[in-house]
């Protein structure tokens, strides 16, 4: 584990667990600038960073899933981390979106969701984990990664992201919107810090004052239950609400507005050099966590909501769809990657491998033939027998070369001709004179093959090929 989360992680434990002393600010003079310094700028985390580290958690907890929701204004891409229990499906709970960093100059919440899912990743979170099967979280780190890599308010387009919520002229706003009606979200949490030079700066917790407003009347029960939780734990945290004359261009009140139940968490700017003051606002942002996902754990919190925001069961089947098509592809694929086994090698292959070996072999066989001397030919004659038969015509022909073997088969066969008797070549009469019946049998056939030069030789003259 790197140092950077290490400390993180004993910063969070530290700010969570432990009481610490009312965190209001002292009074900040209004030319005070925001701009972070040393050593909190080392500490905060840049978007590739933060991208590098949510796929390791990602990767080492069943209870995390990560996915894409868009791209920023310079095409960086909009991170979305799933936090829920495997085996219950979120439309069975109650879902929470939780925005982080609208604003880059303002890191806190950044780094306090980040401590959260590292230590929910290694199993360090287990009461949160149980709340899980009541709750499903669904946290953007990094609404504005073009602002927060260059360390300012606004984003890479020049935008104030958090006054675009009327008019949607910015792929981040538009991209959290859709996400946010896909999922049927329950309940929007948007967290901030205040600037050096606000007038009101200190920890708050925002909701609609509409005493008539049924939503506006969750969002109050978790101002105050947060709140309570917050102030046992040593956070001083006030509970401001808004009313109709506010600007409506804020993200809480936008989806106030469209029947979610939406708060608005601030912290106290602080001194930009203060790394115990930093920790001490992150320490806002994860008890709150903590308080939401216990007060929304209790039972029939659901179904009170699905209620008074109008979701019904087919409102319901769509986010599970939503939900299984954002983040269901990215697990089992990587589990398939690492389930891969070799390929079989075909049945046919080792056939067709070993039928090219053999003609490979043939045509070698046949060329080794051809090659040798002529004499060994004679070993695929018909009569090679006789090769080794002192005095045989195939045993004269084997010792010599073709052209003079057949030389010495045509001598030989006109030496046997002339040879002959002139008594016997008297002897042989016309066809005319011959008697159509003679007493003399006939003679044998292979005595006549014998007696026939030209067959004999037909044969030899093949046996020399």
């Given at each position: 584990?790197?140092?950077r989360?290490?400390?993180?992680?004993?910063?969070?434990?530290v700010a969570a667990?432990?009481a610490?002393l009312?965190?209001?600010?002292?009074?900040?003079?209004?030319?005070?600038?925001?701009?972070?310094?040393k050593?909190?700028a080392?500490?905060?985390?840049?978007?590739?960073?933060?991208?590098?580290?949510l796929r390791?958690?990602?990767?080492?907890?069943?209870l995390?899933?990560?996915?894409?929701?868009g791209?920023s204004?310079?095409?960086?891409?909009?991170w979305?981390?799933?936090?829920?229990?495997p085996?219950?499906?979120p439309?069975?709970?109650?879902?929470?979106?939780f925005?982080c960093?609208?604003?880059?100059?303002?890191?806190?919440?950044?780094?306090?969701?980040?401590?959260?899912?590292?230590r929910?990743a290694?199993?360090?979170?287990?009461?949160?984990?149980?709340?899980?099967?009541q709750?499903?979280?669904y946290?953007?780190?990094m609404?504005?990664?073009?602002?927060a890599?260059?360390?300012?308010?606004?984003?890479?387009?020049?935008?104030?992201?958090?006054?675009?919520?009327?008019?949607f002229t910015?792929?981040?706003t538009?991209?959290?919107?859709?996400?946010?009606?896909?999922?049927g979200?329950?309940?929007?949490?948007?967290?901030?810090?205040w600037?050096?030079?606000d007038?009101?700066?200190a920890?708050?917790i925002?909701?609609?004052?509409?005493?008539d407003?049924?939503?506006g009347?969750?969002?109050?029960?978790?101002?105050?239950a947060?709140?309570m939780?917050l102030?046992?734990n040593g956070?001083?945290?006030?509970?401001?609400a808004?009313?109709?004359?506010?600007?409506?261009?804020?993200?809480?009140r936008?989806?106030?507005?469209?029947?979610i139940?939406s708060?608005?968490?601030?912290?106290h700017?602080?001194?930009?050099?203060?790394?115990g003051?930093?920790?001490?606002?992150?320490?806002v942002?994860?008890?709150?966590?903590?308080?939401?996902a216990?007060h929304?754990?209790?039972?029939g919190?659901?179904a009170?909501?699905?209620?008074?925001?109008n979701?019904g069961?087919d409102?319901e089947a769509?986010?599970?769809?939503a939900?299984?098509?954002?983040?269901?592809?990215?697990?089992?694929?990587?589990?398939?990657?690492?389930?891969?086994?070799?390929?079989?090698?075909p049945?046919w292959?080792?056939?067709?491998l070993?039928?090219?070996?053999?003609?490979?072999?043939?045509?070698?066989?046949r060329?080794?033939i051809?090659?040798?001397?002529?004499a060994?030919?004679?070993?695929y004659?018909r009569?090679?027998?006789?090769?080794?038969v002192?005095?045989?015509r195939?045993?004269?022909?084997?010792?010599?070369?073709?052209?003079?073997?057949?030389?010495a088969?045509?001598?030989a066969?006109?030496?046997?001709?002339?040879?002959a008797s002139?008594?016997r070549?008297?002897?042989?009469t016309?066809?005319?004179?011959r008697?159509r019946?003679?007493?003399?049998?006939?003679?044998?056939?292979?005595?006549?093959?014998?007696?026939?030069?030209?067959?004999?030789?037909r044969?030899?003259?093949l046996?020399?090929?």
């Amino acid at each position: 584990m790197s140092f950077r989360k290490c400390w993180k992680i004993g910063a969070l434990l530290v700010a969570a667990g432990t009481a610490q002393l009312p965190s209001s600010a002292a009074p900040v003079s209004p030319d005070a600038s925001p701009v972070m310094t040393k050593p909190i700028a080392s500490l905060v985390t840049s978007y590739a960073a933060m991208t590098k580290e949510l796929r390791a958690d990602v990767s080492a907890s069943p209870l995390l899933s990560l996915a894409s929701i868009g791209k920023s204004s310079q095409g960086k891409t909009l991170w979305m981390v799933r936090a829920g229990e495997p085996g219950v499906s979120p439309d069975k709970t109650v879902r929470v979106l939780f925005l982080c960093r609208q604003h880059g100059d303002e890191p806190a919440s950044t780094e306090a969701v980040l401590g959260v899912l590292s230590r929910l990743a290694h199993g360090k979170e287990p009461e949160l984990r149980a709340q899980l099967r009541q709750t499903t979280f669904y946290f953007i780190p990094m609404v504005n990664p073009d602002g927060a890599d260059a360390n300012t308010r606004r984003s890479g387009a020049g935008a104030d992201l958090n006054r675009d919520w009327s008019a949607f002229t910015q792929p981040e706003t538009r991209a959290v919107k859709a996400i946010a009606q896909k999922l049927g979200a329950h309940v929007v949490v948007d967290a901030h810090n205040w600037d050096g030079d606000d007038p009101y700066n200190a920890n708050c917790i925002e909701a609609d004052r509409d005493r008539d407003s049924a939503i506006g009347g969750a969002a109050r029960e978790m101002q105050a239950a947060a709140a309570m939780a917050l102030a046992q734990n040593g956070f001083q945290i006030n509970a401001t609400a808004y009313g109709p004359q506010a600007d409506p261009r804020l993200a809480h009140r936008y989806f106030t507005s469209q029947n979610i139940a939406s708060l608005l968490v601030e912290t106290h700017s602080g001194d930009p050099g203060d790394v115990g003051d930093f920790v001490r606002r992150q320490g806002v942002y994860v008890g709150l966590i903590h308080a939401l996902a216990t007060h929304l754990s209790m039972s029939g919190t659901q179904a009170r909501l699905d209620a008074l925001e109008n979701i019904g069961g087919d409102r319901e089947a769509k986010s599970a769809a939503a939900d299984r098509q954002l983040f269901a592809p990215a697990k089992p694929k990587a589990a398939a990657v690492a389930a891969h086994t070799p390929r079989r090698t075909p049945l046919w292959l080792p056939s067709i491998l070993a039928f090219a070996v053999a003609l490979w072999a043939m045509s070698q066989g046949r060329a080794a033939i051809d090659a040798s001397p002529v004499a060994k030919r004679y070993r695929y004659c018909r009569k090679s027998w006789l090769r080794d038969v002192p005095g045989s015509r195939v045993w004269a022909a084997a010792t010599v070369q073709p052209e003079a073997a057949r030389g010495a088969v045509s001598s030989a066969v006109t030496r046997r001709a002339q040879k002959a008797s002139p008594a016997r070549r008297s002897l042989k009469t016309r066809p005319s004179d011959r008697p159509r019946y003679s007493l003399t049998p006939p003679k044998p056939a292979s005595a006549r093959a014998s007696a026939a030069p030209s067959a004999d030789r037909r044969e030899r003259r093949l046996c020399l090929r």
